[in-house]
């Protein structure tokens, strides 16, 4: 296959057809959020490329640190064995942090590059950003290497992911307990399997449920915050202080608690606002920019327990604690949270 650049989602297109067909690029570059998909490619592309057995002599896996052009190029250029093609990996090399002598390397290695290996540049750690003033690298990638974003999926893509991950542990799941698992999970496919397992096994059923999910599953930060502010909203200050006795025991820190409970209560302001203004949850889903209208479902419900002036004073006392915790020494975060909440709570 001829190379030429492919960037982004189209990169990922172009990578599916490739496997398809079995005709891969010589130069991959696999980047995003979404380490799932990535491990999922990085095996499809060493099912079609290495045969089974001879991984040791023709799947070359090099760690980018410390990792020469030298001793890639020596990678690179090894002949297969017993088989057709090589399958080379490199985790973490910040191609444009090279010093000048090992870009012009990479950029000849690049522009002679045995037909018989793939390449596959994988950033797992650290991100994949281009340095626009490197113009021989860029030029160099651009004629040779495909790009692969890996995203998070979009609701209808995971909503069918779930059905079938839980399918082969012998459960179904609808959209309302999906939606319910994504919100208090994340939607990160890597941080989901272990869930999917653990609800799997717990559910009786042949269904799975909001409350299976609720029994085993361990919500993500921003679904523990939801829950704290609602309960605040609501006027349950114990409940609240519970949630986040939790948090603090698990060793997060003040600061990011309290971020998480600034954006949750800017959330809920804007919430307030399409209520008073007439607006639905799609508006309030546009806005934030949800793959789902369950979260925003959400948000006016806790919404319609406070008025605008509690929103406005919540959020504006929270940027207050903020610049202070950033900005003052010996303060006891902990305590100046929990006072935080329990006002927020006494003034709803």
Known sequence: MAARTSAGRDGIDRLRAALKSGDVDRIYLFYGEEAYLRRYYLEELQKLLVPAGFEEFNYHRLNGKGLTIQELTEAAEAMPMMA?????????????KLDEASRNQLIDLLADFPDYCTLVFVYDLILYKRDGKMKKLCAALDSCAVEVEFRQQERQQLLR??????????HDIDDAAADHL????????????????KIGAYAKGKSVTVDDINA??????DARIFDMTNR?????YDEAAQVLGELLRMQ?????ILAAVGKELRRIYTARMALDGGKDRFWLKQLWGMSSDYPAKLLLQAA???DHDWCRDAVQRCQTLDRRMKSERNMDSEAE???FLMELTENR
């Open 216 to 221: 085993v599953a361990d919500p993500v930060l």
């Open 232 to 236: 605040i909203t609501a006027g349950r």
């Open 161 to 170: 992911w779930l059905q079938r991950r839980f399918a082969a542990l012998g």
């Open 337 to 339: 949270l929990k006072l």
């Open 252 to 256: 997060t820190e003040p600061i990011a």
């Open 182 to 197: 994504l919100f208090t999970c994340g939607t990160l496919m890597t941080e989901l399997v272990p869930e999917i397992e």
């Open 84 to 96: 057709e093609h090589t399958l080379v990996t490199v985790t973490d090399l910040d191609l444009f």
């Open 304 to 306: 319609r327990q406070v």
